[in-house]
């Protein structure tokens, strides 16, 4: 972003107060840019990181202004991601959106702005121009995890399993969730009809999990010959399950539990959508 124009001892200055900003020292670094920005009005690079650092401190109004300074100067891709990601934050997507294309339009193949242009388009349900940006963003980084992860759902919910599953593969040495990543892995096998691989998966999933491994050990004591011995009566173990959680807050081991219970039943899509709608509190 430093043009081969700017004096040498602006730079100075630039890089002084690059190195305040990474060891915490903000104020002084402001101080510093500003005093590059004075000496030498045309400095993008240095409006950018005042509004970088504005960001840092929360205090999004002088970031936005900052930014915006420094498109006056030059339209620079980087300005307006940072300015994008800044009403994306404020859920003002429509703006936002519309400084990623034009980062992309400065820079086709700009990695963050394509993915943020997708993340808009996701997070307003609009999966079609969505996979059109992920799509680029795992063509240059093929094992993007967030643009994976996007993908993934995105498949999933179209229902293309395969894709869903290519995408799972690219990043599941990566992803840090390895529970999550688990039970797409199960559910996607159990609509591909590999229901042992499913059942596998989504043990797999609470086995990822220290605070499962009581449960997982009780789990693998159970099969389809002893399951009637260890459990009982599956209806009456879901229904009393049902019923103990219909009058209290239920805790993540009895989703899962239930969640089994209805594996272990058959019931797959009641075992989906329990676990989907508690996604939050089996993370």
């Known amino acids: 972003m430093i043009s081969s124009s700017v004096p040498r001892e602006i730079v100075v200055m630039y890089n002084n107060a690059l190195e305040l900003s990474n060891r915490g020292d903000l104020d002084a670094a402001l101080r510093e840019y500003r005093r590059a920005i004075d000496a030498y009005p045309e400095f993008v690079a240095a409006y950018n990181n005042i509004g970088e650092i504005y960001t840092r401190m929360g205090d999004s109004e002088k970031a936005i202004l900052s930014y915006l300074d420094a498109l006056k100067i030059e339209k620079h891709y980087r300005v307006l991601l940072n300015l ?6 404020r859920k003002n997507y429509d703006q936002a959106l519309k400084y990623f294309v034009e980062s992309i339009k400065q820079e086709p193949y700009f990695l963050e702005g394509n993915y943020y242009a997708g993340l808009v388009h996701y997070t307003r349900n609009e999966y079609k121009k969505a996979e059109k940006y992920l799509l680029t963003v795992a063509d240059l980084d093929r094992r993007h995890v967030k643009a994976n992860y996007l993908l993934a759902h995105i498949y999933y919910e179209w229902k293309q399993y395969r894709k869903t599953i290519e995408c799972l593969d690219r990043i599941k040495d990566l992803a840090e969730d390895k529970s999550f990543i688990n039970r797409f892995y199960g559910f996607c096998h159990f609509y591909l009809g590999s229901y042992d691989k499913a059942v596998s998966y989504l043990t797999e999933a609470l086995e990822c999990r220290p605070e499962y491994a009581r449960f997982k050990k009780y789990l693998d004591r159970l099969n389809y010959e002893n399951k009637m011995k260890e459990i009982g ?26 969640s089994m219970l209805y594996i272990f039943k058959g019931e797959y899509k009641k075992a989906e959508k329990l676990i989907q709608s508690h996604k939050k509190k089996l993370a």
């Open 233 to 258: 009566d599956i209806e009456k173990a879901i229904a009393d399950l049902e019923e103990d959680l219909s009058q209290r807050e239920a805790q993540v081991l009895d989703l899962t539990k239930l």
């Open 84 to 89: 994008g990601v800044e009403h994306f934050n």
